[in-house]
Structure formats: C-alpha cells, structure tokens
C-alpha cells in the first residue's frame, strides 16, 4: 500500500497520484513512519504538547497555517477562562491553546516566536500610522522628521 503525505489517504500500489492532492506524494508505510506522518487506519499515539498559545481565533488561525504550511501537525483548541482563571491571571476572555506532537516542539516554538515578533511589529505599524493619520486629519499635520 501506499499513502498520500498530505492528507494520509491510502492507495493501491499501482495508483500514481493522490485524487485529493495533485502535489501530495505516493510513499510507502516505512516512509510515512519515517516522516513522523499518521498512517490510515492505525491509531496515532503521538503525543501532543503545548507549545503558545493564541489570544484570539484570528491568532490562532495564523499559528495553525503557519505550522501546517511548515508541515508540522497542530492542533488549537478553544480554553475557557473560568471563574478561577478570572481570579488567578485577571483574564475573563478565552485563549487558543496551540499543541504539537512532542518531536516537534522546539521547531514549532522558533516558528511561533518568529510570527510573534512579525505581528508585533506590524501592530506598532499599523498604531503609528492610525497616530500620524489621527494628527493629519485633526490639522496638526506630520510630525516633524526625526
């Protein structure tokens, strides 16, 4: 048998391509074990650890492409704030809990820490130019070059 890198489906030795995935490649189960990849029909017992976590879907969402497109499996979850998280961290809103399998865990923290800067940054963009657009439009123009 052979198995789709992509999305794990399970083909005949004889069939060339995946239906689903025009770039997803043919490999055999050794391969599959080899790449860290599920194989259909056996129960993944990898284990899955927290390496961020997500202030909002929108976030969340990002981490996850990022990592799939890096090919790293991941799963976010949704974690309520409870009362006792209320309480504990001051933090009444849900947060996104983003997991990985264990063998993954240090390239998935440089990728996310990587994408938190880039955010980061370009949020104090985006507030300096809400600033400097704000000065413009109240008639005190741009500010004085630096």
């Not at 004889?14 to 490999?27: F, H, I, N, R």
């Not at 969340?60 to 009362?83: H, Q, T």
């Not at 993954?104 to 938190?116: G, M, N, P, S």
């Amino acid at each position: 048998m052979k198995y789709c890198v992509e999305c794990g489906s399970e083909y005949q030795d004889s069939v060339k391509a995946c239906a689903d995935c025009p770039e997803g490649q043919l490999v055999d189960k050794e391969t599959m074990r080899q790449q860290g990849l599920p194989i259909a029909h056996e129960k993944d017992t990898r284990e899955f650890i927290q390496v961020g976590t997500a202030e909002n879907p929108l976030t969340a969402e990002d981490y996850v492409r990022l990592l799939e497109a890096e090919r790293v499996p991941v799963i976010a979850r949704p974690r309520g704030s409870g009362s006792v998280d209320a309480l504990t961290t001051g933090n009444a809103l849900p947060w996104w809990e983003i997991l990985v399998p264990a063998e993954h865990r240090a390239r998935a923290i440089e990728l996310l820490a990587r994408e938190k800067d880039n955010l980061e940054a370009t949020e104090a963009e985006a507030i300096r130019a809400a600033e400097e657009e704000e000065r413009e439009s109240e008639g005190f123009g741009a500010p004085p070059p630096a």
